[in-house]
């Protein structure tokens, strides 16, 4: 089964910038990999996602502040966070899965494959 394991999160302060990693034990080439947010007593919400043919999807939220991008040769995705906010406080998750088609991915939860996730603290 595969693992996937995020990595990178921390305490920023506002207007900084924080890199995460999303590291996959096996191959990635034919996934679809997205990025959540999990803050207390609200749902999880789906940030952003980048199909297995590298085409992307944002919520507007992040739009213009994030930015996802995949190395295959590494197994690995990654969440480029600038212009943090106090509400992009919370915990990151990625989370892969085959995608509906090899050009789309969805930010709804229904992946397989989860990590534990990475708390991401933006601060002042």
């Known amino acids: 089964q595969l693992q996937v394991v995020e990595s990178g999160g921390g305490l920023e302060q506002p207007g900084g910038s924080l890199r995460l990693s999303c590291a996959a034990s096996?191959?990635?080439?034919?996934?679809?990999i997205g990025w959540f947010r999990q803050v207390p007593g609200k749902e999880r919400e789906g940030l952003v996602c980048i199909s297995s043919s590298g085409n992307t999807n944002y919520a507007d939220s992040v739009k213009g502040r994030f930015t996802i991008s995949r190395d295959n040769a590494k197994n690995t995705v990654y969440l480029q966070m600038n212009s943090l906010k106090p509400e992009d406080t919370g915990v990151y998750y990625c989370?892969?899965?085959?995608?509906?088609?090899?050009?789309?991915?969805?930010?709804?939860?229904?992946?397989?494959?989860w990590g534990q996730g990475t708390q991401v603290t933006v601060s002042s």
């Open positions: 096996g191959s990635i080439l034919d996934l679809a």
């Open positions: 989370a892969a899965d085959i995608g509906p088609t090899s050009w789309y991915c969805g930010r709804g939860p229904d992946y397989r494959y």
